[in-house]
């Protein structure tokens, strides 16, 4: 069975600081790449941020310089630190497994505000 579950969120002041984490659970993480996705509320699904097999990373131009994609292969977990967070980040951050397969963590609220 396989299972992608996100930690890490909550309520954070403007300028602030999150790490999000994904454990997941029967799939040959190492060999999958991952993903970070969000979506705010009324808003699409966006893509975050991206970590190949190999560790090459990928953001999307709103977060970048801000947040950090890594992942530990021996804890089968991938991370998202969030720097100097803006109230535009609020979101449901899910993590997401790009194999032959794609899945799905259930979601876990970040929300920026003083």
């Known amino acids: 069975q396989v299972q992608l579950v996100e930690s890490g969120g909550g309520l954070v002041q403007p300028g602030g600081s999150l790490r999000l984490s994904c454990a997941t659970s029967?799939?040959?993480?190492?060999?999958?790449?991952m993903a970070w996705y969000r979506q705010a509320p009324g808003k699409q699904r966006e893509l975050v941020s991206t970590?190949?097999?190999?560790?090459?990373?990928n953001y999307a131009d709103s977060v970048k310089g801000r947040f950090t994609i890594s992942r530990d292969n021996a804890k089968n977990t991938v991370f998202l630190q969030m720097n100097s967070l803006k109230p535009e980040d609020t979101a449901v951050y899910y993590c997401?497994?790009?194999?032959?397969?794609?899945?799905w963590g259930q979601g876990t609220q970040v929300t920026v505000s003083s």
């Open positions: 997401a497994s790009i194999g032959v397969h794609v899945y």
């Open positions: 029967g799939i040959i993480f190492s060999a999958n790449a």
């Open positions: 970590i190949s097999d190999g560790g090459r990373t």
